[in-house]
């Protein structure tokens, strides 16, 4: 058995079934993710980016000049070119992502778009530390960007973790700029997490057909549908599928036993405060330095220097 089929027949096996949100993402899933940033009720994108816009020179500001900027992720969002067209002499820029192809493809589009800035792309899971190539021009500072809010998939001990790898890939003097969606009226989050179009149903649905394609998985996607709650004591959105009947099904030569109404947990999104954020961040040797957010508190990106 694959390594990759042992960790998805693991987490099948809890008593909650549970499947990595990594496994969103194959090109249906990304394009669907895509879309998700669209609609009208998934404010996450907007206000990220109206904070961008509107505080993208005070964020210049404090990273400075010739600083290297390390984005976690591949770097294919509007939110990176926003920012890169606004810092000053960089020293280079390295995005860090495990799909290949996906990472080279947007390291040529940002190269073209950019001409005579150092791109360096970096192939690693970043949820573990990683060698940091030698641009030609020495950074004064490496700053970590991690937009979108990724950090909410993470548990809290994991994304503890996440903070201590971007810590050591800051370095001395170094720092972190990530964005971070905040706690709300629940009814802003579940609108956000159950659009009246369906795409995030859609999207979550789109998991079991990436398995059946990828993994050798046999899920009936009529038979499973989507759920989103909002958990407000725990401040984070419950995504999962719950089967609409007592099924099998199986994943390479393991099969499961699934029950009516249960469920098959697919993904956490958590929602800080800016108290229960800054918390985590010191526990992890950071300091926030600055917090912007949109004018209704939606969303916020936060630039936290490295203690
Ligand atoms: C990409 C993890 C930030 O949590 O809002 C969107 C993924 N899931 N709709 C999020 C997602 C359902 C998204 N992140």
New binding site residues.
């Given amino acids: 058995m694959s390594k990759e089929i042992a960790a998805l027949v693991e987490g099948l096996s809890r008593p909650q079934k549970t499947i990595s949100?990594k496994y969103?993402y194959d090109e249906k899933g990304s394009q669907l993710?895509d879309k998700?940033t669209e609609l009208p009720e998934?404010y996450?994108t907007d206000a990220e980016l109206e904070i961008m816009r509107s505080c993208v020179d005070e964020m210049a500001a404090l990273i400075g000049k010739q600083a290297s900027l390390i984005e976690f992720g591949s770097g294919s969002s509007l939110k990176t070119r926003i920012l890169l067209e606004h810092l000053e002499e960089l020293a280079a820029y390295v995005p860090v992502d495990i799909s290949e192809e996906h990472l080279l493809a947007s390291a040529r589009k940002i190269r073209s778009e950019f001409p005579g800035l150092d791109v360096r792309p970096v192939v690693a899971d970043f949820t573990h530390s990683f060698d940091l190539p030698t641009p030609t021009i020495m950074p004064v500072k490496n700053v970590v960007y991690f937009p979108?809010?990724?950090i909410?998939?993470f548990e809290h001990d994991a994304a503890m973790e996440l903070l201590r790898v971007m810590h050591t890939e800051a370095g001395e003097g170094g720092a972190l700029l990530i964005g971070v969606?905040l706690q709300k009226d629940p009814e802003i989050i579940d609108a956000?997490?159950n659009d009246s179009a369906g795409v995030?149903a859609a999207?979550?649905l789109n998991m079991l057909r990436h398995l059946n394609n990828e993994f050798d998985a046999s899920f009936d996607l009529d038979a499973f549908e989507h759920r989103?709650e909002y958990d407000e004591d725990e401040g984070r959105?419950v995504?999962e599928l719950v089967s609409q009947e007592d099924q099998t099904f199986e994943i390479g030569d393991t099969e499961f036993d699934i029950a009516d109404g249960e469920t098959i947990l697919t993904?956490y999104?958590h929602k800080y405060t800016l108290a229960s954020f800054a918390e985590m961040a010191e526990a992890a040797s950071f300091e926030v330095a600055q917090v912007w957010t949109d004018p209704d508190e939606l969303f916020s990106v936060q630039y936290c220097v490295r203690k």
């Fill in positions: 949100p969103f993710f998700i998934y996450l979108g809010s990724t909410g998939n969606d956000a997490y995030t999207f979550n989103a959105v995504v993904e999104s």
